[in-house]
């Protein structure tokens, strides 16, 4: 426990003082080694290798991939084919533009997989057209900032690749698992978009005309084809989940730059620079985790964690109780992606141990974690929809207090309602 008190603390100590997450975690594993084996016996190559060994990886390499569908779908205005769908779909319920903000979050995530691509390609349309409509900045921007965490839940997911190539679990299986809680997801937040609606009198629109429900759907149906080509396509087993995201990829190009022609050979050469930026930056704390992970394995920090907790929790309800608020702590001052690379290692031989599946734990986790990306102090997302709206930040918080209320009762519903999760990967894959 020593080891993992000085691989946190010193992880933390070099965050606080403004090191990049990357640098931090390779920081902290080598300062641990140099405390526990002397500067002159540190294995320079050994840890060379380690962190080069976390970025050689087949499954990885569906990460630049859906970066680069998300920037693609941002820049070819497919971001506005999505809005109109979802308008002709419930714009005509009481505050029906609020609907139309959830539900086009619902049909982007399944393109883009990217809570902030979400929030940054949808947010300044759905703004500006609420805007237009009445609403106030500060509602639109609350349920523009929650409703994007829906992205990285319904797949394909980033985090869900994550997760999968880091805990060794079948990451169509977490695809699959995280349909189901999306889509609750989604509802819930159209539930209290409705009450909220009521009590302040925001307008109804004129319910859409066939013509114009049948024009918006087919303006928009190749782009929703997208989610239709990777999940069929992995379940049929056709392809990898890493092969299907190249697949979407072409995909994408093709009707952004040869149907709808809306991205120029110069635009996409910014795009894949753009990506390739994203990627390099992901990489980089993949390959620090790589070395994070093996000083935990190296003194077995993981098998005294289980071994203490163990003799102390008989039930698998209490431990995912701690194991929540401990995980929905991390998410508050620690961005999504580096937490689960510092706590996948950790955690999952732990469920295991219990009894827990990890396909469970992981989109409960994901899930979790998610709700930092709209809880102070670091929520990315919040200061994305904050840059957007261009309005107060305490106006965004107070706003988004309410929306609170369902994502927490979805995540403690994900949590002890394991079938929520199970439910269609054990129908479909086993």
């Known amino acids: 426990m020593t080891i993992l008190i000085a691989l946190f603390g010193t992880l933390i100590l070099l965050m606080a003082v403004g090191v990049p997450v ?13 405390a526990n084996r002397g500067l002159d016996s540190i ?89 237009r ?41 977490v695809f699959l698992g995280s349909i189901i809680p999306g ?21 109804v629109s004129v319910r859409a005309s066939f013509a114009q429900f049948v024009a918006a759907v087919v303006a928009g149906f190749l782009p929703m084809l997208t989610p239709i080509i990777i999940i069929a396509g992995i379940l049929s087993g056709l ?24 991205i120029s050979l110069r635009e996409f050469w910014v795009i894949c620079r753009e990506t390739a930026v994203d990627t390099a930056a992901l990489l980089a704390i993949i390959a620090g ?34 194991l929540t608020l401990f995980v929905l702590a991390i998410g508050m001052f620690i961005d999504s992606v580096p937490a689960l690379f510092l706590l996948t290692p950790i955690l999952v031989p732990l469920v295991i141990s219990y009894g827990i599946d990890p396909v469970h734990f992981g989109v409960a986790m994901i899930f979790n974690l998610m709700l930092g990306l709209v809880t102070p102090p670091v929520g990315t997302v919040l200061f994305t929809v904050q840059k957007v709206a261009d309005l107060p930040f305490g106006t965004l918080i107070r706003e988004i207090i309410p929306f609170y209320i369902p994502l927490f009762v979805m995540l403690l519903a994900i949590t002890f309602i394991p079938g929520l999760v199970l439910f269609l990967p054990d129908l479909l894959l086993r």
């Open 22 to 34: 990357a640098f931090a975690m390779i920081g902290s594993s080598i300062a641990v080694l140099a």
């Open 43 to 131: 294995p320079y190559e050994m840890l060379a290798q380690r962190t080069l060994y976390g970025v050689n990886s087949f499954t990885l390499l569906a990460i630049p991939a859906f970066l680069l569908i998300g920037r693609l779908m941002n820049a070819s205005g497919i971001s506005d084919r999505v809005f109109n769908v979802a308008r002709v779909m419930v714009g005509h319920l009481r505050g029906g533009l609020g609907h139309v903000n959830v539900l086009s979050s619902m049909i982007f995530a399944g393109m883009s997989g990217s809570a902030v691509a979400d929030a940054g390609g949808l947010g300044p349309v759905l703004i500006k057209a609420m805007d």
């Open 133 to 173: 409509d009445g609403y106030d900045r500060g509602f639109s921007a609350a349920v523009t900032a929650s409703s994007a965490t829906i992205g990285p839940i319904i797949p394909p997911s980033i985090p869900a690749v994550i997760y999968g190539a880091l805990a060794n679990t079948s990451i169509a299986a």
């Open 183 to 203: 889509l609750m997801m989604g509802l819930s937040l159209m539930a209290l978009v409705a009450i909220i609606s009521y009590r302040r009198g925001y307008p």
């Open 239 to 262: 392809f990898t989940p890493t092969e299907a995201s190249v697949i979407a990829v072409g995909y994408c190009l093709v009707i952004a730059g040869l149907v709808y022609r809306t």
């Open 289 to 322: 985790s790589a070395l994070y992970a093996w000083v935990l394995a190296r003194y077995q920090v993981t098998t005294q964690i289980i071994e203490l907790l163990t003799g102390t929790i008989e039930s698998k309800y209490v431990l995912l109780i701690l």
